[in-house]
C-alpha cells in the first residue's frame, strides 16, 4: 500500500494556486498537505494568507495557514493584480475565511516541520516567489538535506518571460531567494512557462467546471473566466495557462510530463535580465545538472486529471 506523499504548499493565491490547492486536497490517496505556507507574491501577504484561508474553506478540508515573509530578501515586492485582480482571487465573491490563521510564522513551521518529519519524508511544492522556502534555508541549513524534494512553478527558458522579456513573475520577484533555492542541492523538479503555456483551459473544460453544480466548480470556472482574460488578451491563445496545478499533477501523474535534467542558473545581477532562468538545456557548459526541468505536458492528460478530480470536492 504506496503512502501519500507528505507535501507543504507554499503559495500566492492566485487563481491558479487555488485550482492547484484544490487538486491536492482532493488527492489524499496520493497526497497528504501537512499545511499551506503563503507568502507575497500575486498580491500582498495579507492576501495571500486570507485567499489561503478561503481556498481551505471551499475544499471542506482541515489544513492549517500559515503566513510567512512580506517582502522578498532584497528588493522591492512587485505583485500582479493586473492579472489576479485587486484581492488576488477575483472572481466569484466568497465569504470572508472562519478559519484561523496559524501565529507560528511560515519560515519556523518550515524549518520545525523538516525537522520533526523524518528525513526525505517531506517535499515542498512552491507556486510563488521562492522567499518563505529561502528565508529557512538560510536560517536553518541543517533542513536542506532532510527536503525529499522541491517541485516548483517557475522560470522560463524557450517560452521566455512574462513579468519581463526575460523572466518568469515567480522568480523574478525574487531572484536571490531563487538563487538560495536553486543551488542548495535539493532534487528539483521545475515547471517553467515552457510547460504551463502548453496547459491551456478551453472553454469547454472551463464549462465543464461550472456544470458540475459545486461551489468548487463554480469558483474554478469563475477564477478561470477572471484569470483568462489577461492571457488570451496578451497571447491571443483562446485559453489561459493554469500554471500552478502543473506541479500537484506531477505528484499525482508524473508521467503526463517529460523534460530534461540539466543546470538552471539564476541571474540576479543584469537588470536586463533579472530573474531569468538559465537553463543549459544544450549542455553547452560543465555546469552540473540541478533540475529537472519540464519542457511538456500531455494536455488532455492533465484536464482529465483535473476534471476528475475537482469533481470530487
Ligand atoms: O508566472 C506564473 C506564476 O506567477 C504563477 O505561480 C502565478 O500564480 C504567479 O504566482
Ligand atoms: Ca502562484
Known amino acids: 500500500m504506496k503512502h501519500p506523499r507528505k507535501i507543504i504548499i507554499d503559495t500566492d493565491p492566485g487563481q ?7 487538486l491536492a486536497l482532493a488527492s489524499p490517496d496520493e497526497i497528504e498537505v501537512l499545511a499551506l505556507t503563503a507568502v507575497a507574491g500575486n498580491v500582498p501577504l495579507p492576501l495571500t494568507q486570507r485567499n489561503a484561508r478561503t ?9 492549517p495557514v500559515f503566513a510567512g515573509c512580506d517582502a522578498p530578501l532584497k528588493r522591492k515586492l512587485v505583485t500582479a493584480e493586473h492579472v489576479h485582480g485587486k484581492t488576488g482571487l477575483d472572481g466569484i465573491p466568497l465569504p470572508d475565511p472562519v478559519l484561523a490563521l ?23 511544492c512552491p507556486l510563488g ?21 522541491i517541485v516548483l512553478m517557475g522560470g522560463a527558458y524557450f517560452e521566455v518571460g512574462n513579468i519581463t522579456p526575460a523572466a518568469e513573475f515567480n522568480i523574478y520577484v525574487d531572484p536571490e ?12 523538479v521545475v515547471m517553467p512557462l515552457d510547460v504551463t503555456h502548453k496547459a491551456l483551459t478551453s472553454r469547454a473544460w472551463v464549462e465543464e467546471m461550472r456544470g458540475l453544480g459545486t461551489p468548487v466548480g463554480r469558483a474554478v470556472a469563475s477564477w478561470t473566466d477572471f484569470f483568462e482574460r ?25 508521467g503526463l510530463f517529460s523534460g530534461r535534467h540539466v543546470n538552471v542558473e539564476i541571474e540576479t ?7 531569468m532562468t538559465v537553463a543549459d ?10 533540475a529537472l526541468f519540464i519542457g511538456s505536458v500531455d494536455r488532455d492528460g492533465f484536464y482529465r486529471l483535473l476534471s476528475e478530480r475537482l469533481a470530487r470536492l
Do not use: M
Request: charged content about 20%.
Open 102 to 124: 496559524q501565529d507560528t510564522h511560515a519560515v519556523d513551521f518550515l524549518i520545525e516541520s523538516l525537522r520533526h518529519n523524518a528525513p526525505g519524508s517531506v517535499t515542498l
Open 281 to 290: 538545456w544544450w549542455r553547452v557548459t560543465k555546469r552540473a545538472p540541478n
Open 269 to 275: 545581477v543584469s537588470d536586463l535580465t533579472l530573474g
Open 129 to 149: 516567489p521562492l522567499t518563505n522556502i529561502a528565508t529557512a534555508f538560510d536560517r536553518a541549513p541543517d533542513i536542506i538535506p532532510r527536503v525529499a524534494e
Open 177 to 188: 531567494a531563487a538563487e538560495i533555492v536553486f543551488k542548495s542541492g535539493v532534487p528539483l
Open 16 to 22: 491558479d494556486d487555488a485550482v492547484a490547492i484544490l
Open 55 to 63: 481556498i481551505v474553506e471551499l475544499s471542506g478540508r482541515d489544513v
Open 230 to 254: 489577461f492571457d488570451t488578451a496578451k497571447y491571443g491563445s483562446e485559453g489561459a495557462p493554469l500554471h500552478d496545478p502543473c506541479v500537484i499533477a506531477y505528484l499525482i501523474e508524473p
